[in-house]
């Protein structure tokens, strides 16, 4: 599995893939709304044509723009990133570092 990571270029690596909360909801309501107006152009479509399959066809396009424009982590879905904080370093976590380092396998358990 390692030399297939090799072989990808460092530019595609560099893409970034995560989405955060606001983009997933802005993706979510994206997709509903274009899901149900192609439905409902298809729907009229395929009852003026009276040919099923229109419909289906239409909806399948629809389907189709909905993912290319919402399943790829686009920059607009990236605008407004958490803020972690800074993991804090407490006297407990020395005294386990100490205490693994020292090749003693039991921890203390604070209860």
């Not at 909801?25 to 003026?48: D, N, P, R, S």
């Not at 399943?71 to 205490?99: C, E, F, G, H, I």
Request: proline share 6%; with cysteine; net charge positive.
């Amino acid at each position: 599995m390692d030399f297939i990571k090799k072989l990808i270029p460092q530019r595609i690596k560099s893409i970034s893939l995560h989405m955060d909360y606001e983009g997933q909801k802005k993706a979510e309501k994206i997709f509903q709304i274009i899901i149900v107006l192609f439905a409902v152009v298809g729907f009229v479509w395929g009852y003026i044509c009276q040919q099923f399959s229109q419909t289906m066809y239409i909806l399948g396009a629809g389907f189709t723009l909905s993912c290319l424009l919402t399943l790829p982590p686009w920059p607009m879905y990236r605008r407004s990133p958490l803020n972690w904080q800074k993991p804090r370093s407490t006297p407990d976590d020395k005294d386990t570092a100490v205490q693994s380092t020292s090749g003693s396998k039991t921890k203390k358990k604070n209860r």
